[in-house]
């Protein structure tokens, strides 16, 4: 056979070429939003006025130059209880997929990796605990050791977990019958070389994107169990509390509900918009075969 | 053959449990590959030459059985330490696998692949690991091999994978390198310039090579012997140049044919092998080959023939009607 020996213009090879990404507006609003929220909610301390003062004459007050989103049902600033209500959202909607993403994500990595028996008995506890009705459990948890941001957290989480073991032993299951897997092998990597560093950087674009998705959903699900009385207790604010309280002066003051409302919505799309330009910016595959 | 023995393969078989019963990939192979040597293992799709690698690295599925010995520098592989077996794979075995586009880490650079085989095996600290990878890319025929560290797979083509793929394979040094079909996913004009720089770098390091392929025209020029392969068994185990001279296993003869002749007229059916090898969960009696072969008699349905000696010592085929006549044979 001839030999045809690779002659590549030196100079042509030097620079790589660098596709130039565009993010597009919505993302930039997406972050915009995002930033807002984060530091009202770091920064709420400092603000003049407090999420608890009442002002009984001031009851469902509108808009005034003093209180800027007006006064709730009793009499407490509105636009106060929304910022620190951010504070107890985002903390329990970002503390809650931590956990998940941890705990969920390690065990769906070492079951599907290594397989066997340990696999069926991870796999056969997340079917239990995703079969336990998570309400019940938010229930029976916030009854038997109080209701705190702590335990709502743990509630949240846990229920995550198997969402999250899920999505990592699917990947880790197709991954680990790659190649490269077995060329890592074939060059005396470790287990556990294996995993952190050969795997790990894989399941964690699918698992980084599921986890925006779950701080989304937890805001949303925190909300409803503030709504039904089971998320932070009185009088701290979350918007799931404050949308539960201004429910009942919806006819008159609808604003009360409808604010929080909107701040969710606009916090959990946001979440939604650049979990989804992430993955599809940081992901290296997509210009693989 | 006056180097020492690097690595022998004694009685290795690998039965595989599968739905459809046990399913026997390797049957009782026996190799052997002296330092600085390359051993060709030559057969078509499904013999078992990939099995038979992977049983060498001890890389085998989790269900397989292996049984046999197989000594690497005076070590037996199968009863080796898990962690001693770790600490040889890579340091002294390597191996190039067939597809390119799957053996590199899609998610890290080829920088970061390189760099920490490198620090995992030789200790190398940052800067010398960085300096080294360059000169590995550089050595393998990358341009640009500092710009190059920092890219993705997915950045290069097939040719540039494969080349990073045997980069990181001779990274350390190693005594054995086994190539699983290196070429089988690239395009012809690329194949001859991956086989040569196989070449080229095994001669330099003076490493033993098995080089694996179902092609014997890739074998030809390239290795020092050949072992060509059948359902699990070897079935003629030659030095390179007799075994193009004096073929004697039937076998070993059609594999030759089926290769395309580029001067052939146009429209020339190809001579493929008729039928299909054997089902490996169905051990037939006899030779086999025999349900294809176009010598079969009848002692070939009922007797296994056994690997033995022809004219030469090095020369072994396991035939009862071996071919008399010299092939013909352009390589």
């Known amino acids: 056979m001839a030999t045809l020996e690779l002659s590549i213009d030196q100079d042509v090879a030097v ?9 597009g507006p919505l993302f930039w609003a997406a972050i915009a939003w995002m930033s807002l929220v984060f530091a009202a909610a770091a920064l709420a301390s400092l603000l003049p006025f407090s999420p608890t003062d009442m002002d009984m004459l001031e009851r469902r007050a509108p808009p005034s130059a003093l209180h800027w989103l007006g006064n709730d049902g009793l009499g407490r600033d509105e ?3 929304l910022i620190y209500g951010a504070r107890i959202s985002l903390t329990v909607g970002l503390c809650a997929p931590i956990i998940g993403i941890t705990i969920g994500g390690a065990l769906g990595m070492l079951a599907g990796y290594f397989r066997g028996r340990f696999e069926t008995l991870v796999v056969g506890s997340m079917d239990v605990l995703l079969a336990f009705p998570p309400l019940i459990l938010a229930l029976a948890v916030t009854a038997y050791l109080g209701q705190s941001i702590l335990n709502l957290t743990c509630i949240l989480g846990v ?36 995993l952190l560093r050969e795997l790990l950087p894989n399941v964690f674009l699918p698992l980084f994107a599921f986890f925006l998705l779950g701080v989304a959903v937890t805001i949303v699900v925190e909300g409803a169990l503030s709504f039904l009385g089971l998320g932070v207790p009185p009088p701290i604010s979350s918007w799931g509390s404050m949308i539960g309280e201004g429910r009942e002066s919806l006819e008159i003051a609808p604003r009360l509900a409808f604010i929080p409302a909107v701040t969710m919505f606009l916090t959990v799309l946001s979440f939604n918009l650049v979990g989804d330009t992430l993955r599809a910016l940081t992901d290296p595959r997509q210009g693989a075969l | 053959m006056t180097e020492p023995v690097l690595l022998s393969v004694e009685g290795v078989a690998v039965d595989l449990p599968t739905p459809r019963g046990n399913l026997r990939a390797v049957d009782h192979v026996d190799l052997t590959i002296g330092a600085g040597r390359t051993l060709g293992i030559v057969g078509e799709s499904g013999c078992g030459k990939t099995m038979l690698s992977r049983a060498i690295l001890q890389l085998l599925p989790k269900k397989a059985k292996l049984s046999g010995r197989v000594m690497f520098d005076g070590q037996d592989l199968v009863r080796l330490a898990p962690e001693r077996l770790r600490k ?4 002294s ?8 586009m799957t053996s590199l880490n899609p998610v890290l650079t080829i920088g970061t692949q390189l760099v920490e085989t490198l620090q995992e095996h030789l200790e190398l600290d940052g800067n010398a690991a960085k300096r080294r990878s360059a000169e590995l890319l550089a050595a393998v025929g990358i341009p640009a091999p500092e710009q190059r560290l920092a890219q993705y797979p997915h950045q ?31 395009d012809v004009t690329i194949q001859a310039q991956i086989l040569d720089l196989l070449a080229r770098e095994q001669r330099r390091r003076h490493m033993a090579m098995i080089l694996i392929t179902h092609d014997l025209g890739v074998v030809a020029g390239r290795t020092d012997e050949v ?7 070897v079935v003629e185990r030659a030095p390179t140049p007799a075994l193009f001279k004096k073929m004697r296993m039937p076998y070993t003869e059609a594999l030759l044919a089926a290769i395309p002749k580029i001067d052939a007229a146009p429209h020339t059916p190809l001579p493929a092998i008729s039928g299909r090898p054997p089902d490996p969960t169905r051990p037939i009696q006899g030779c086999s080959f025999s349900p294809r072969c176009r010598y079969a008699a009848g002692q070939c349905h009922r007797e296994k023939p056994l690997l033995a000696q022809a004219e030469s010592v090095d020369h072994q085929f396991a035939c009862f009607h071996p071919i008399q006549v010299a092939a013909g044979v352009r390589a």
């Open chain 2, 88 to 91: 040889l794979r890579g340091r």
């Open chain 2, 227 to 233: 072992a060509v392969m059948y359902a699990g068994r």
């Open chain 1, 15 to 23: 620079s790589p070429i660098r596709r130039t990404r565009r993010l």
């Open chain 1, 159 to 194: 229920l995550g977990i198997p969402a999250f073991m899920r999505v990592a032993r699917a990947a880790t299951l197709t991954l680990a019958r790659r190649e490269f897997v077995i060329a890592a092998q074939a060059l005396g990597a470790t287990h556990a070389r294996i």
């Open chain 1, 79 to 81: 636009l106060a209880r």
């Open chain 2, 156 to 186: 290069l083509s097939g040719g540039m994978r494969q080349r990073v793929a045997i980069a990181i394979a001779l990274s350390c040094e190693p005594k054995l390198l086994i190539a699983d079909e290196p070429t089988t996913a690239l």
């Open chain 2, 93 to 100: 075995l390597a191996v190039v696998f067939q597809d390119p």
